[in-house]
């Protein structure tokens, strides 16, 4: 071989010249010709089988190209995930993470050893904290200002720590960049109108944490992007702040952006990354039940009009084959903007009537209060949110959430009176395991609604006095939907009188059929078959609550008549589902949020 070799570079050197202290020519020859007639897997071949090219050779050629990866785009990004996947990390968390990917977990001397994944060559290491802050600094996010700009005549412990943005600004960033990426990669759904017309949702949502456990956020999303509209990753934060959702800065920054909505409605904008012209229309405020009450400025939902969505009341609220609508046929007819304005009137007249009078305050508020029940309506003042209150719809997964967590409890009371425990009872399980309160604890384990489970236990320990204070959330809607029966299973008897046997079967149908409706309410796309289905659901549900257990909720009367009226008026409306209305990518978002603050050094 030797030899073999030997005579090929003599030949190559009398063909191409080249000398024993100058080997360039040839061996420029050989590498060409070798590059050229091999195929890749056969120089990856010849490569690998070399010692003198894998220890030598390789090692070299990575090891220049590390430094110039870890100072790329594509690392920044990299190490901009590693930051922010999953909830931020804190500084201490970060570098312990670089660490812990790049060294070994023994030190050479006092130093740390990087990782070798070749001979010589350590691995690339993500961006160094400092660096890193640095790039998230340098990125143009947009204006965002200090809400201590709605905070101007407060005292200082009234003064609230928080951002926002500017709505149009915000918008017109947001589309641009849907628009870009509908472009590439045709996305956007129009509802049969010109392209990008983009239907806004808009609407705010307190949240346990931040100061004083109370944080309140603003977020918009575009009901253009489908399915993704239930992605946390699809609705943006466009204001928060470590306040209620009623501070007195929340309400004015409402008062900001209902200004904003109107001028927005009223304009075609120019998008200059995409080149194209979006028109913005505001189509839904997604909320919970109390939220509307306050921006509406209505009356508490304990008031006897106690509903934000139609003119129900504590005497009527059970009546059954009536129905939420327009029609002079419907029993009860949704709130009109136009119309509280007419109340808001009167009131405001009633009101500096009474001002007039040395009657106390508590007499003034009592025959206030009495005047806008005499009215039929609930309206106190001028809505908050103007127009915009004929945007809020009913909202699916708090209903569900409280639909289900009624009816656990009504679960709940019936195992516990069946039991017949006595007062010093404090742990069923262990003191009378066959009894039905100990099975209904011991299946809430096995279902795995663990935190439902600690919460009924805890009460058992407390003495079992008063209702159960536990708020159903997503999570456990769902585990209570797919396992309802397992429950009514363990706390079922067979001495059970005729009217437990009753009530079993009607906890069973009600079940049932709150759960057909959650299914399909809370789809983002819906058929007239799917819409009807919701209507029958719902209607059973209410005359089973109403006819057998006597028991008709604000919960139950909006799960009945208010979601599968606003799922109609939003199918005919856009062609869509309530589900476009959840507030599940908020409260997602939220938790994402509380996951962050928590992870902060």
């Keep these: ?57 390789l090692p070299k050629v990575v090891k220049k190209s590390i430094p110039t990866f870890e100072n790329s785009f594509d690392n920044k990004i990299r190490s901009l995930r590693v930051l922010y996947s999953k909830g931020l990390l804190s500084k201490e968390k970060y570098k312990s993470i670089r660490l812990n990917l790049c060294m070994n977990t023994h030190k050479s001397g006092k130093k740390w050893e990087s990782l070798k994944f070749m001979s010589n060559v350590r691995l690339p290491n993500i961006m160094p904290y400092e660096k890193l802050i640095a790039f998230v600094k340098s990125i143009d996010v947009g204006i965002v200002n200090d809400f201590k700009d709605f905070c101007y005549d407060l005292d200082a412990d009234e003064v609230v720590e928080g951002s926002y943005r500017e709505l149009q600004q915000f918008l017109l960033q947001l589309a641009d960049m849907y628009v870009c990426l509908d472009k590439t990669s045709p996305s956007l759904g129009h509802f049969g109108s010109e392209p990008y017309h983009l239907r806004v949702a808009l609407g705010a949502d307190g949240a346990p944490f931040g100061k004083d456990d109370e944080a309140t956020s603003w977020l918009v999303s575009f009901l253009n992007v489908g399915q993704q509209i239930a992605s946390e990753t699809d609705n943006f934060i466009l204001a928060g702040a ?19 909505v109107g001028d927005i409605e009223s304009r075609t904008f120019y998008l200059p990354a995409s080149k194209a012209s979006a028109k913005f229309t505001f189509e839904l405020i997604p909320s919970d039940m109390k939220w509307p009450s306050k921006f509406s400025r209505e009356l508490a939902n304990s008031a006897f009009y106690f509903s934000p969505f139609g003119n129900v009341n504590n005497d009527n609220k059970s009546i059954v084959n009536a129905s939420l609508g327009d029609s002079e046929q419907c029993l009860w007819k949704p709130w009109v903007y136009e119309e509280r304005l007419q109340v808001a009137k009167k009131v405001e007249a009633k009101r500096n009537e009474l001002d007039q009078t040395r009657l106390a305050e508590s007499t003034k508020r009592t025959k206030l209060l009495d005047y806008i029940r005499s009215l039929n309506s609930r309206q106190e003042t001028t809505p908050l949110l103007g127009p915009l209150v004929d945007k809020i719809l009913a909202e699916p997964l708090h209903n569900s959430n409280n639909a289900c967590q009624q009816l656990h409890e009504l679960m709940l009371v019936h195992a516990n009176d069946k039991s017949k425990l006595t007062p010093n009872c404090n742990n069923p399980v262990r003191d009378v395991p066959g009894c039905a309160l100990a099975s209904h604890l011991t299946t809430l384990k096995e279902i795995g609604a663990s935190r439902l489970y600690k919460k009924v236990k805890k009460w058992c320990s407390q003495g079992r006095k008063g209702s159960l204070s536990y708020r159903f959330t997503g999570k456990g809607t769902k585990k209570f939907c797919h396992n309802f029966m397992s429950i009514l299973k363990a706390i079922s008897r067979e001495d059970d009188s005729p009217q437990q046997q009753l009530q079993i079967c009607t906890f069973a149908f009600i079940c049932l059929k709150v759960r057909d409706a959650i299914s399909r309410f809370s789809r983002v796309t819906i058929t007239e078959g799917v819409l009807q289905e919701i209507k029958d659901s719902s209607k059973r549900y209410f005359n089973a609550c109403s006819l057998l257990l006597d028991s008709v909720t604000p919960t139950v009367w909006t799960m009945v008549h208010a979601i599968p009226y606003h799922t109609d008026f939003l199918y005919r409306k856009l062609g869509l589902g309530l589900g476009n209305n959840t507030m599940q990518r908020r409260e997602a978002k939220h938790v994402a949020s509380a996951s962050m603050q928590s992870m902060q050094p």
């Design 1 to 57: 071989m030797s030899k073999r070799t030997r005579e090929t570079i003599d030949a190559c050197n009398e063909i191409h010249g080249g000398t024993s202290e100058n080997k360039s020519p040839l061996l420029d020859v050989l590498w060409l010709t070798l590059v050229k007639e091999a195929t890749p897997l056969q120089l990856g071949k010849y490569f690998s089988l070399s010692k003198k090219v894998t220890k030598n050779v």
């Design 242 to 260: 470590n306040c209620s959702e009623s501070h007195v800065s929340m309400q004015r920054y409402a008062r900001k952006l209902v200004s904003d």
